[in-house]
């Protein structure tokens, strides 16, 4: 019988191989699990919600009419915080990554970073104490100029604890990750891509325009869902800043909910049917969060053929 | 629509090393000069000086004088964005914009500093320039297919056209072939023999053989030793300097003695 000498009988290398293939598919496996279980979770504990009679539920219309609010309140106040955020986070972004001199972008991507670090209670006492005091007369002005357009109708609030208050204060939380990710992102960019630009005669702004920002695209599209994430889930500043209310068009008077504000300060007083729906909320919060995802996802994906990863 | 470049005296510095001491070089118009020498020699750094490029590298400095048909470079108030608009560069590596189309690639620098262009005007210009890099035939029909998904030597072409659609004085080229298959380079030093009849062509390049096919001078640059500056040794027409050059330097890298 012939043995062939290329074949590997069973070496250490071989062993080390095994173990890691073996813990990195149960990393992933324990990562699909944890998800399935909170949706499964979410889900059994919630059941009662939709069986239950319309009229037992709070508000008494079904849960139908119970959640609708909310979920645009939500919606509401984290698109506030993303139209802020955004836009601002990735100009700081290219500040640090391209404009600034190297020292003090150093320390400035240092300071945006410990701003993630802060309690969200923080956030949600500045918010209360100082922002919304201070935005009140702000608020009076859009009143009185802007009044016109539904969501600027008065009368304002004396408070200033409005959705647009959380909005902004979530902006700031938002704020630094969408930063940080995206000057990571930025600071990737291929120097053979920006080279190029500059050579054709760019600017720096073009430069950032046709090699930057299309190779960051889909780091920005990441950065900006992690950053939704987090304001669609924030609780307490919400629950800290917003004076809470039912649905209202109007973003400078008192209230609108989100379902995370909602849960955590109707939570501790619940049982039986009503901890059913605020656990029915939280499954709809989950859903939502699913859905954004998926699209950012696909939105990526459209773009694949000139993502340059060909 | 080709200048002449001439450098006075160039120093160039990274911080306070000094990477490439004095040089002085006239460049001709309409003619292909090419930059030999051994690895680290500076002739890619000084090549880079030539359209303010190695600005971008921080610390990149020089001092000196760099005169395009007579105008400095480096007089103060002078814009790297207008240098580099009229003095292009290809690089080591294609670098076609990977999320552009093979249409808007060649485009890009034409729509730079707020300029439009008519659709049947970027049309032709598209056409001609890729006719002028030899590419039109190979691309005609997959315009707005993306750039990357050409061969490397295709997206150099590219990268050509991409250069020459600006209508540049003259086009620095940093080792165009280094990265590409014999037949490709080819092609490329074919183009380069073309590009000669309309711009001023600098290249640099590690292929002795490849600088005795397409220039007219050549410019061997060499080193000391580490950290010492790179310097221009000899400057002379092409035939001259792989057959009978004047330092004993250049005789022995062009026949290969060191280096």
Redesign the interface.
Known sequence: MTTNALRRNGSKGQAGDKVFSGAALGAGILILATLLAVAIFLFIQALPTFTADPTLITGGEGFASYIFPIVIGTVIAAAIALLIATPVGIAVALFISHYAP?RLAAGLGYVIDLLAAIPSVIYGAWGYLVLAPALVPTFQWLAANLGFIPIFAGPASQTGKTILTAGIVLAVMVLPIITSLSREIFLQT?K????????????RW?MIT??VL??A?PGIVSAVMLGLGRALGETMAVALVLSTGGLIPSLIKSGNQTIAAEIALNFPEAFGLRLAELIAAGLVLFVITLVVNLIARAIIAR?K????A? | MSKRIDVKDLNVYYSKFLAVEDVNIEIEAKSVTAFIGPSGCGKSTFLRTLNRMHEVIPGGRVEGEVLLDGDNLYEPGVDPVTVRSQIGMVFQRPNPFPTMSIKDNVLAGVKLNGKKISRSDADSLVEKSLRGANLWNEVKDRLDKPGSGLSGGQQQRLCIARTIAVKPQVILMDEPCSALDPISTLAIEDLINELKSEFTVVIVTHNMQQAARVSDKTAFFNIAGTGKPGKLIEYADTATIFSNPSVKATEDYVSGRFG
Not at chain 1, 192 to 203: F, N
């Open positions: 190297r291929p053979l891509h920006e080279e190029a630009a500059l050579a054709l005669g760019a600017t073009e046709m090699s299309p190779f695209r773009h053929e000139f993502s340059g060909n």
